[in-house]
């Protein structure tokens, strides 16, 4: 027979390596959120472009949305949502005012680079045409990590012109 503190020590040890009660871990994905928010500009001067890129917390929202979705559901590959959402559904039941076009990451590694990501974009030609529009001028990127992915969300925006 066990002792009383025997038996704690193996369920907390059992415990912890189930998961049961143990902590998520978050990292703080904002410089890399924001690297790839840079690398979209040069993208966008490279192609010509001479407006700003500015970030927009609507659709970082959309972006982070999409992507925790996209993590969860491992079904999910692309643009649609686990709801049937597009990426324009998406931004119009935030509030935003504009046409909407959406680039989606999934690695599978607990991390990526900048630097990967934009290479990555940069070569498939739908995804290269999305950033390279001058007329998405606004950009909201969220990214999340699990142990064997991770999954980059990047909501492109053009605003509608105010009467």
């Keep these: 027979m066990l002792s009383s503190g025997t038996m704690a020590s193996v369920c907390v040890l059992l415990c912890a390596t189930a998961g049961v009660g143990a902590p998520m871990a978050r990292a703080d994905n904002s410089r890399f959120n924001s690297s790839v928010v840079s690398g979209v500009y040069t993208v966008q001067r490279q192609a010509g ?21 996209v993590l969860g559901n491992r079904d999910l590959n692309g643009d649609i949502g686990s709801d049937g959402a597009t990426p324009q559904d998406r931004a119009n039941g935030a509030g935003y005012r504009g046409t909407v076009a959406e680039t989606v990451a999934i690695n599978p590694a607990l991390a990526m680079s900048g630097l990967e990501l ?46």
Excluded at 60 to 67: K, S
Excluded at 144 to 152: C, P
Aim: glycine share 2%; proline share 6%.
């Design 49 to 69: 472009c001479t407006n700003d890129v500015r970030t927009s917390p609507v659709l970082r929202l959309v972006a982070q949305r999409h992507t925790l979705d």
């Design 118 to 163: 934009i290479n990555r974009w940069y070569h498939d030609p739908a995804a290269f045409a999305i950033m390279s529009d001058c007329a998405n001028t606004d950009i909201g990127v969220w990214s999340e990590n699990s142990l064997d992915r991770t999954v980059v969300v990047a909501v492109y925006g053009k605003p509608q012109q105010q009467p």
